[in-house]
């Protein structure tokens, strides 16, 4: 069976990762980025997706196409919607459909 390739995105309020995994738990590929709170949310999500297009690349050109996307970030949210509600590291993201949000830009299930 081939394997299954994930992205996974851990969104905090010190570093933001993207990385390229497998199922099984082996990382392939991982870019990271200060997340700069005081940006906001919009400028944090833009240089979020330019990442994860860097990371989509890399997997790309290696034949690992990721099937979905993961998220790990601090609440409190509404898991099942995927809204952050204005996470006391991440000033500034109050109602954010991160969901919605990444499934619109990355063209893959969150």
């Known amino acids: ?47 979020l997706c330019e990442t994860v297009a860097r990371v989509r690349a890399g997997a790309a050109a290696a034949g690992r196409l990721p099937e979905a996307v993961s998220v790990s970030i601090g609440g409190p949210l509404e898991i099942e919607a995927g809204v952050v509600q204005s996470p006391p590291n991440l000033p500034g993201w109050d109602a954010v459909p991160l969901k919605r949000s990444l499934e619109e830009r990355c063209s893959l299930p969150v």
Not at 3 to 10: E, M, T, V
Not at 15 to 41: I, N, P, Q, S
């Open 1 to 47: 069976m081939a394997a299954k390739y994930l992205l996974g995105l851990d969104i905090g309020g010190t570093k933001t990762a993207v990385l390229l995994g497998d199922l099984a738990g082996e990382v392939y590929l991982r870019e990271e980025f200060a997340t700069r709170t005081e940006r906001g949310f919009a400028a944090t999500f833009d240089e």
